[in-house]
């Protein structure tokens, strides 16, 4: 399998991450319900809505996580679908979420497990292993820039973690996975301003003509630091409404009150 | 008396010829002793308590013939298996083959550290296995370290046994510690096949202000792995035990801490790595006689298939040993949904100021841990394998003589390829 594969062919074509007509449920409730979505090579797309309208379950299902129902659709990554793909193999396709909760692992150092990730893509590429001057070179850099000292990197993953910390370092793996597309999943959820600007410029320093964002969030602050190229409204299960930043800033100023009425 | 009892399983009725003939060679009061007390109980069933989960009566068919002394032959193949097998730590080895002191085989053990043949004595335990084992073991060999000597890498005790089809074999060791000595042991069971009925004692005494860690592999195949320890702990000595079961067909590990002297610290542990159609019991039983001691122990099994796993552990504060602090813990993840864990903690508390506490939980591989990993492209089966590395791990680790620590993380990965 390889990574960056570009199975396209018509010159100019920009779609990266297609989404189908998807319905999906958990426990025969309906959560997403005929839901499309195009995001562009080098777009930086959110999707924002209230509570309960599905955003977080689209971010699963999108990654894999067992437990939800397909009933429709075709999620296309640079035209290959992505629901008859493990949750490993769609990583190594180039799908990387970042967790609005990161699962705690005791007994697994963080480093032990950024060594797992990063080796996994490059075996899977038919590379060989990074040898450890080299991964723990690449680390330090990644780190670095994201104020995680190298201590934290010892401690098991994610355990004992502080909100900032566990969303600091879900941005230190997409860094290191340089992934296709970035996944956000409410990634300003428990973050103060200052961890914010520094979670927000990691990924800014990501954003990439061959790369794209999907930033998921209820509400429009973490937009003034990642700058969107195009909002999405959700609201029970489906896109509602699509447009310029400008969307973001109203749906600040009036809630989502209407959209919510008009999906119903 | 005896007639009556032994009547009831055929198994039974072979111990009891097995004794008789070797009361024929060489007649010992003390081993008539130590028959009659096992005579009087027998083979343990269900119904007795201790045993509940792992019934003898109904599982020992019958008693293999026991191995007798070893020939000239049985001694060059056992340096040839010895030469091929791999260290499990570093430090001197010393060498038992069906239960009997190899001297030619064993190595120069440091200053401080002697070594004799012949039975070794402790205080009374009440269970039949830990008396059969005193009655038919050989002599055996005890391994004192002398009073103050400390020594900087473990001992390793390899029990062997020979080829013979279907036997069984007894053991006996015992290891003193003099007073404020400190020392690391290893106890391997090597090379038994599914043939193999033994039946292991190891007793370790410890002086005022000793430290011994202690650590037990089973990793081999025998039928049956019956492995009594019977431990002492006098006044602020501490006792570190340790055991990683990774084989057989059917093994029970018990162990008896007597909690002698005021101060007295223990720290108990294991891994079980329980598959297929294995069984393996690890039951335990502390006995806090002294004021002041402080136990831990800290036990975790990972069960897959068809297995069967048991934790039973019984902490007894007697009336004297206030101030006592005990904690014990037991974990198991279940791989299969045929897979099981028994876990049966108890207490009993006569003292009236002590600090005791219990936990035990049955899971299975937690799915949002696995995803995790799966997330960032490591495959389902190696997710898995990382999850359960930590998990066995994490007991691992609470080994303070860190030269033991990695053989056993290895035996642990090791063992986990095998399952992929």
């Known amino acids: 399998m390889t990574v960056n594969s570009a199975r396209r062919t018509r010159v100019g074509d920009r779609r990266m991450l297609e989404i189908k007509n998807l319905s999906v449920s958990i426990e025969d409730k309906r959560i997403l319900d005929n839901l499309s979505l195009t995001v562009n090579a080098g777009e930086v797309a959110a999707i924002m809505g209230p509570n309960g309208s599905g955003k977080s379950t689209l971010a699963y299902v999108l990654a894999g996580k067992p437990a939800y129902q397909v009933i429709s659709g075709d999620i296309l990554l640079d035209g290959d679908n992505l629901l008859e793909l493990e ?10 979420l970042a967790f609005q909760y990161p699962t705690e692992i005791p007994g697994v150092a963080a480093m032990t497990f950024l060594k797992a990730a990063l080796n996994a893509q490059r075996r899977a590429r038919g590379d060989n292993d990074l040898t450890t001057p080299d991964f723990m070179r690449r680390v330090r850099e990644g780190a670095q820039a994201l104020k995680i000292d190298q201590e934290m990197l010892r401690r098991p993953l994610n355990v004992g973690f502080s909100g900032g910390e566990k969303k600091r370092f879900e941005v230190l793996q997409m860094a290191l996975l340089a992934p296709r597309v970035g996944v956000l999943d409410e990634t300003d959820s428990g973050l103060d301003i200052d961890a914010l600007r520094v979670v927000a410029e990691g990924v800014n320093a ?21 700058r969107p190229d195009v909002v999405h409204v959700m609201a029970r299960g489906r896109i509602v409404a699509t447009g310029g930043p400008e969307l973001a800033l109203e749906l600040e100023r009036d809630g989502y009150r209407d959209y919510a009425e008009e999906a119903a | 008396m005896m007639a009556d009892v032994l009547n009831r399983s055929v198994a039974e009725r072979t111990l009891s010829r097995q004794f008789a003939e070797q009361e024929r060679r060489e007649p010992s009061s003390a081993r008539a002793a130590a028959f009659a007390r096992f005579a009087a109980a027998g083979l343990p069933s269900r119904r007795v308590e201790a045993w509940h989960y792992t019934d003898l ?42 239960g009997r002191l190899m001297a030619e085989l064993s190595e120069p053990l440091p200053t401080g550290v002697s070594i004799v043949e012949g039975p070794a004595e402790t205080y009374a335990v009440d269970d039949p296995l830990a008396a059969l084992n005193e009655a038919l073991s050989p002599p055996g060999c005890t391994i004192s370290v002398a009073p103050g000597a400390k020594l900087a890498e473990p001992i390793t005790v390899v029990h062997l046994t020979n080829g013979a089809p279907y036997h069984s074999v007894y053991s006996r060791t015992a290891i003193a510690l003099d007073v404020e000595a400190q020392a690391s042991f290893v106890e391997i069971f090597d090379g038994a096949h599914a043939g193999v009925q033994r039946h292991a004692a190891t007793i370790m005494t410890l002086a005022d202000g000793a430290r011994v860690t202690h650590v037990a592999v089973v990793g081999d195949e025998p039928g049956l792995h019956i492995e009594t320890q019977i431990c002492e702990v006098a006044e602020t000595a501490k006792l570190a035990a340790f055991g990683l079961v990774s084989g057989g ?30 069984r393996a019991d690890t039951t335990l039983q502390v006995v806090h006689a002294a004021p002041a001691g402080t136990s831990r122990e800290f036990y975790r099994a990972i069960v897959g298939d068809d297995a069967v796993g048991v934790f039973q552990g019984k902490i007894i504060v007697e009336k004297a040993a206030q101030k006592t602090d005990g904690a014990m813990k037991s974990q198991a993840i279940l791989l299969s949904p045929r897979a099981q864990m028994n876990e049966k903690p108890e207490l009993e508390i006569f003292a009236d100021d002590v600090v005791c506490g219990h936990g035990a939980t049955v899971a299975s591989l937690d799915p949002e841990q696995v995803f995790y990993l799966q997330s960032r492209g490591i495959p389902n089966n190696d997710a898995k394998a990382m999850l359960l590395e930590a998990f066995g791990a994490e007991s691992i680790d609470r080994i303070e003589d860190k030269l033991l620590v990695d053989p056993l993380r290895d035996r642990l990965a090791a063992w986990l390829r095998t399952r992929k």
């Open chain 2, 249 to 278: 067909e059917l093994t029970r590990r018990q162990i008896f801490v007597r909690m002698a002297g005021n101060e007295a610290k223990l720290s108990l542990g294991g891994l079980a790595l329980i598959d297929g159609a294995r």
């Open chain 1, 206 to 226: 990501l954003r990439d003509p061959k790369r794209a964002f999907v930033v998921i969030t209820h509400y429009q602050r973490l937009l003034d630091y990642i």
């Open chain 2, 57 to 98: 009566l109904a599982s020992m068919a019958d008693a293999a013939p026991i191995l007798p002394a070893p020939t000239r032959a049985d001694v060059e193949a056992a340096r040839s298996r010895l030469a091929g097998r791999e260290r499990f730590a570093a430090g001197p080895q010393v060498v038992l083959l069906g």
């Open chain 1, 87 to 96: 949750p490993n193999e769609r990583a190594l396709k180039g799908l990387f």
